[in-house]
């Protein structure tokens, strides 16, 4: 505080006009948020997509099968959408408390998931195909 009384007023005035650091260090930045939203989707759509792979006849309650498949799918689709809009909103690099690293683990889980229930979706045609031709 001291320092702003010792410049001169143009340098008070270059000094109170540089940007501040983004986010704190415990501060739950907008970007932070929807990063973290869309890797808990994205997470929630591997594990179902792992499920229905699994257990591909489908059980009531487990989330496996031609459900779990489209779940995982879903999943995946709205991480990678929040993700890419995080990475294309953050206007500063990895670090900085916007979100963006975040993000890119999301569109990364997001793709797993879409992969895993591409896989498990058609797994459960290729098993509906056999019970009924």
Do not use: K
Not at 23 to 28: E, F, H, N, P
Not at 69 to 76: H, S, T
């Amino acid at each position: 505080m001291w320092v702003r009384f010792a410049l001169s007023g143009s340098e008070a005035v270059h000094v109170a006009a540089q940007p501040v650091a983004d986010a704190g260090v415990y501060a739950m930045s907008a970007g932070r948020l929807g990063a973290t939203v869309a890797a808990l989707v994205g997470l929630t759509g591997v594990v179902v997509g792992g499920l229905a792979l699994a257990r591909p006849a489908g059980r009531f309650g487990t989330g496996a099968g031609r459900l779990g498949a489209v779940v995982a799918l879903v999943a995946g689709l709205i991480a990678m959408t929040l993700g890419g809009l995080v990475v294309a909103t953050s206007d500063s690099g990895i670090g900085t408390g916007n979100g963006r690293g975040g993000a890119f683990v999301a569109l990364l889980v997001g793709l797993i998931s879409t992969a895993l229930g591409g896989l498990a979706l058609a797994r459960s045609r290729r098993a509906v195909d056999r019970l009924s031709g």
